[in-house]
Structures are given as structure tokens and as C-alpha cells.
């Protein structure tokens, strides 16, 4: 029996690696454990680790790396993944895992696989091959690439750059977006019942709302940004939801700002701390436009046709469908994109659009690879730099 872990350490990667998650527990073939770090388990971000325990995943090992008076700063960033290092290294030399599990970018995620490198076991590594170079995430995806060992990249555009990096064709499997899984198999709500959900009421258009901070810049420029980004939806005239930015240096001042505009402009905006994987969806589903910069704009969003409006640089990079209009931010731009997105011209175009990152068969061709991955190779540990030459 092959002993697998999971590791997640924020709400949207989990959501992400739920499907998968749930596949493998159903498997007699393997042994999945979950280990659950990160913001999962700060109540300033909603303490999803119970949306966790909510979904009956049982949660094997926490992992706390941050203080209970969170600070988005370099000083504590860097003290997070050393914590992931400090703390993992202990439960991967106790367990004896086959593989662990990672997905994304984050920066405490290289501080998990530092630890498992270390300990010799080998690394799966989800939405690999990506470019955000708006971000510091982009560092560290391509170096959590060249600690992976497994490789599901969404797209063959981004099997053929890990491939690039260095990483055995033969490893690297593009198997589609987990995403699109949730979305192609969650019952997700109407809008009536998602607004009495989220205890809304209006009749205003809803925008779906998340901005993060662009860390490639100095992190006092995000208030300025997010100012541009709330005005522009005043503007614009619609019912703003919005979702908690995350936990980057520079989350701290988009919050503050954001809870500025919201109590000031209650009428016509609300932020959510965390709304969970089917009310993120549902609201997706139902609203009339979604704006910010967070890769849910370019990966799941076109699975409902929603027209996407993409500020600024952060995903600055990756293969964007045709439901995404990019824009500077800046307010005059925001407001132009907002009503190109809503116009009834953007929209018709949209009509049948199938979203090129995956059929929501994901998790399933992960979990056979998984299966029919033999951990124990060493080439898996003692890898080979695979020459395009």
C-alpha cells in the first residue's frame, strides 16, 4: 500500500486539491494523510481548517508557522517557511511517506518540500510550468519544479516548460485544472439562495472580488492599487462580494483599505473572510463579472462564461481564455473593463466557450498515475537533468 500525504496550507489550494483529496481516500490502494498548515489555521483568515473537518477529510498533522498575530511582512514570511522546514522534517522522517503532495506556489510550500527532499521522499507537484511575473510565486513554482520529482502541469504549454527546465519527459503529465473537477461535479446554488447564504440583499449586478498583492512590487504601493481597484467599482455600479486577500507581504494594507471602503460603502460591497469551496463557485457561477488578479480569474472562471477582468501584473504570463480582459490598474482602466465585460456584445461572444484548462477528469488521472507510479525507483530521489539537446 503506497502512504501519501497532502499538504495544504491556504483556503484556495485546498479547495483545488479537494477532488483529489477525496479520490484518494476512496482508493483500498493507498493511505492518504492531510497535513493542514498555513492561514487553515488563523482566525483573521477564517480558520478553514474547519471547512476542512466540515468536508469529513480528517486532518492528520497541523503544522502551525505562523504567530496568532499575523504579520504580512518579509521577516515573518521568511520565519514561515523555516518553521515548514523545522516542523515537517520531523513528520516526514516519523511516517515514512511514499510521496507528499503540493500544489501551487506558495512560498511557505518550498519550506514543506525543502523538508521532504531532505528526507528522501519524493515530491508531486500540481500546476508546475505556469508564469506569474507579477509575483514572487513565480520563484517559487520553478523551484519547487526542480524539488518535484512527479509533475501535473494543467496544460501541455506547461508540460513542455517543466520539460524545458530539466524535468524527465516522462514524468510530466498535463492532466487538466483540479478546478474545473469542482466545477463539473459540485452542486452549486442559485443566486436567490447564494444571496440569502452570504445574508445579501440587493439587485444590483454582483462583481466577484479578489485582489492580492503584486509581490514583485514594494508593498506599500498595494494601497494605492486597491484604492484604484474599490473606486472603479463604485463607479461602475455594482454589488461588490469580495474575498479576503491572502496572506502575502503587503495582504495586511489591502485588508485595512478594503474594510475602509466597506464600512463607508455597505450599500454596495461586503468582504468575506472565506467563503468556501461551493460558495466561491456559486458565486462565480452567478455573478455578472469577476475582478482582481487572482488566478481563479484565468484558470476557473471561464468554465461559467463570466466575463474577467485581470488588473495589473500579477498573472502577468499564463495562457489567458477568452473571457479575460487585462487592464493597468488604474481606476479609469478598471471602470472601462468592468463595463466591457458586462456589455451584452463581450457576453454573446463567450456563448458555448469551453474552457481549454481541463473536462474536470483531474483528479481521476492523477490518482491512477499515483497508482501506477512505482515511489520506491530511485531516479525519483537521484534525478537526471533531461537535456532537450
Excluded at 501519501?4 to 484556495?12: F, L, N
Excluded at 516526514?92 to 521522499?121: H, N, P, Q, S, T
Amino acid at each position: 500500500m503506497k502512504k501519501i500525504a497532502v499538504i495544504t496550507s491556504t483556503r484556495a489550494e485546498y479547495g483545488l486539491l479537494h477532488p483529489l483529496i477525496r479520490k484518494l481516500i476512496q482508493e483500498s490502494e493507498i493511505a492518504v494523510q492531510v497535513l493542514v498548515s498555513g492561514t487553515h489555521l488563523l482566525a483573521k483568515f477564517g480558520k478553514t481548517i474547519d471547512y476542512i473537518i466540515r468536508d469529513g477529510v480528517t486532518v492528520d498533522y497541523t503544522i502551525p508557522i505562523y504567530d496568532d498575530e499575523f504579520v504580512s511582512d518579509e521577516v515573518h514570511a521568511a520565519a514561515a517557511v523555516a518553521k515548514a522546514v523545522e516542523l515537517s522534517s520531523s513528520i516526514f522522517a516519523k511516517e515514512g511517506y511514499d510521496a507528499i503532495v503540493v500544489l501551487g506556489d506558495r512560498y511557505e510550500i518550498i519550506g514543506f518540500c525543502m523538508a521532504a527532499a531532505i528526507c528522501r521522499i519524493p515530491i508531486i507537484h500540481i500546476h508546475g510550468g505556469e508564469i506569474t511575473e507579477g509575483a514572487i510565486d513565480d520563484k517559487i513554482r520553478h523551484a519547487v519544479t526542480k524539488l518535484s520529482s512527479i509533475h501535473f502541469p494543467s496544460i501541455q504549454e506547461y508540460a513542455d516548460r517543466i520539460i524545458q527546465m530539466g524535468e524527465a519527459k516522462k514524468y510530466v503529465y498535463p492532466v487538466g485544472a483540479l478546478g474545473i473537477d469542482n466545477i463539473m461535479n459540485m452542486q452549486l446554488l442559485d443566486k436567490k439562495s447564494l444571496l440569502e447564504e452570504l445574508e445579501i440583499k440587493t439587485d444590483m449586478p454582483l462583481a466577484a472580488v479578489t485582489y492580492h498583492p503584486v509581490t514583485s512590487e514594494r508593498p506599500e504601493l498595494a494601497v494605492d492599487e486597491i484604492r484604484q481597484v474599490m473606486n472603479a467599482l463604485l463607479e461602475t455600479g455594482v454589488y461588490s462580494i469580495i474575498t479576503m486577500p491572502n496572506s502575502d507581504v503587503g495582504g495586511d494594507n489591502i485588508y485595512k483599505e478594503i474594510m475602509n471602503y466597506v464600512s463607508s460603502h455597505g450599500e454596495c460591497m461586503t468582504l468575506k473572510k472565506s467563503l468556501g469551496q461551493m460558495k466561491y463557485l456559486s458565486l462565480l457561477k452567478n455573478a455578472d463579472v469577476m475582478v482582481g488578479n487572482s488566478s481563479s480569474g484565468i484558470l476557473e472562471s471561464a468554465s461559467f462564461q463570466l466575463p474577467t477582468v485581470n488588473i495589473g501584473n500579477r498573472q502577468k504570463g499564463r495562457m489567458a481564455p477568452k473571457n479575460v480582459i487585462h487592464c493597468l490598474c488604474k481606476k479609469e482602466d478598471i471602470v472601462q473593463a468592468i463595463k466591457t465585460g458586462m456589455s451584452l456584445e463581450f457576453r454573446k461572444t463567450l456563448n458555448g466557450y469551453v474552457n481549454p484548462y481541463g473536462d474536470g477528469h483531474a483528479a481521476e488521472r492523477m490518482v491512477e498515475i499515483i497508482k501506477n507510479t512505482d515511489f520506491s525507483d530511485s531516479a525519483l530521489i537521484c534525478k537526471k537533468f533531461y537535456d532537450i539537446r
